[in-house]
C-alpha cells in the first residue's frame, strides 16, 4: 500500500509540496522524518502534512497520483522539482479525503533541533575573522575549527558571535567563573569600565 502526501503551508493556505510514499520504500513518517533533516524550507510548526492512500497499491499509482497533484496544485512553483511537466490527469476522480498527519510533537522537536546543529556545524569550514573590543581586526582563521582551537572560545559561541553581525561579543562570564558565554553589545561599555577582554567574530 502507498500513499500521496502534500505540504499545506497553514501561513497562506497554499499546497507547496507533493510526495510519495510505497511500499518498498519506506514510511510516511520516515519520509516526513527526512524533509525536516534535509530540506531547509521545512518547518513542521508551520506546515500541515496530509495524506490519501486509498486505491494506491503500487508505485506505479503512486507515481501518477504524484505527477498529477503537482501539475494540479502547482507545486513546481514551489519545492516540488520532478514530474513538473506531466500535466493534469483527466481520468483520476478529484479526491478531498485527505487525512491530517498526526504526529508526536517531541519527536518532531529533537529533530528541529539536530537540523539547526547540522546547519551550524557546517560553518565549521568557513573562514572567520576575530576583532578586539575597538573591533580592530586581530587575527585571521581558516574555518571555526581553529579559531576554537587558538581561543578559549567553543564552536558554538562563535557562530553565535558571527551570525550576529557583531552585535554580539565573547568573553568569560562577569563573576570569573571561568565559562564563556556570549554578551550583548549593551555590555560593552560594562567590560570596558571592569578592563575585562571580550572579543567579535565574524564571518570572513
Known sequence: MGCVYRY????DNIIKYIGIVWSNNR???QRI???IKNDDWCDKEN???EYIEENIVSRT???YFEAHYISLFKTDQYYNKSKTGWGISTFLPVRNDWIEYKDRPLEFKELKIHKTQEKEFRHNSKPILQF???KKLVKHYNSIKEASECTEFTRC???MCAKSNMKRFV???EYGSGISMTWEESWADHFNETGRSFYYFKFA
Do not use: G
Not at 8 to 11: F, I, T, V, W
Open 171 to 173: 568573553s568569560t562570564d
Open 132 to 134: 578586539d573590543k575597538n
Open 47 to 49: 506546515y500541515k502534512v
Open 8 to 11: 499545506l503551508d497553514k501561513r
Open 61 to 63: 499509482d503512486a507515481e
Open 27 to 29: 514510511t510516511l513518517k
Open 157 to 159: 559561541l562563535i557562530v
Open 33 to 35: 522524518k527526512e524533509h
